[in-house]
């Protein structure tokens, strides 16, 4: 699988979406070890993590269009002043 940012200059975010969903639905790569506590093989795994950091840069470059504030720390905490 490529590069995420790579990945995200290339495609749409419709097309990542589906690239997702195509993925997530495949039945080869459903997990089939009993017990296990993942759904998909290691290797799909794998392909979804990096699609889906290709998502966030989309979504990413459009809050940016838009000219909202990004905030790279994540969560920041409540915006309140009480305890």
């Not at 459903?30 to 296990?36: K, L, W």
């Not at 998909?40 to 940016?64: D, S």
């Amino acid at each position: 699988m490529p590069d995420p940012v790579k990945l995200a200059q290339k495609h749409t975010l419709e097309e990542l979406v589906a690239m997702e969903a195509k993925v997530s639905n495949d039945p080869a790569n459903r997990n089939q070890v009993p017990g296990s506590i993942y759904l998909h093989t290691a290797k799909a795994r794998k392909q979804l993590e990096v699609i889906r950091w290709a998502i966030t840069y989309k979504l990413q470059e459009r809050r940016e269009a838009r000219g909202e504030t990004i905030n790279e720390a994540g969560y920041t905490g409540p915006k309140r002043k009480r305890r």
